[in-house]
C-alpha cells in the first residue's frame, strides 16, 4: 500500500531544495532578526505585564489589610473616653447616688456616641410592633390582646454593624 502511495505521488523536482532557497533568500536575515526581537519585546511586555498585575494585587491585600487595623483601631479609639469615666468613676471616696447615676449617664452617652462613629445601630423595637426574624428573636409566645406574631416586651436590644446584624433583639411575641 505504501509503495503505491509513493508511486502515485511523484517526487517534485527542487522540492528539497526550496526551503532551503527560502531561507536563504533576499532579506531572511533581516526578516529573521526583526521576528526575534520582535517575540524578545513581546516576551518583556509579557513578563512587565505579569509583574504588574502581581504588584496590583499584593497592593489590594495590603490595603485590605490595612482597612481592617484601622477599623478596629478608630473604634477602640471611641471606646478608650468610656474605660476612663468609668475609671474615674471607681476612684471617687465616698459618690452620692445621685453623682454616681450622673456620671453613669455621662458615660454611657460617650459610648452611644462612640457606637454612632463607627455605625454600630441599636435595634430596639416597640411594642406592636411586627416580629422580623432577620432583626428580632422570638424568646417566647405570650398571650396578649394584640396581632399575633406582634412584639410584646423586648427582653434585651440587638445591635447592628453597617447593615449587617451583630445581635438580635430579644423579645416575647403575641400568640
Known sequence: MQDQVEQAIPPQEGAAEQPAQAQTGPGFEERLAAAEAKAS??????????????????????????????????????????????EM??????????SLKEGVEMTLKQLVSAFERNRLQEINPQPGEKL???????????????????????LQKGYMIADRLLRPALVTVAQ
Open 41 to 86: 519585546e513581546m516576551q518583556d511586555a509579557y513578563l512587565r505585564a505579569k509583574a504588574e498585575g502581581e504588584n496590583i494585587r499584593r497592593r489590594a491585600q495590603e490595603d485590605v489589610a490595612k482597612a481592617h487595623k484601622f477599623a478596629i483601631e478608630n473604634f477602640a479609639e471611641a471606646l478608650v473616653p468610656v474605660k476612663d469615666s468609668l
Open 89 to 98: 468613676a471607681l476612684k471617687l471616696e465616698t459618690p452620692s447616688v445621685e
Open 132 to 154: 422580623d426574624p432577620m432583626k428580632h428573636q422570638a424568646i417566647s409566645m405570650v398571650p396578649a390582646d394584640q396581632e399575633a406574631n406582634t412584639i410584646v416586651t423586648v
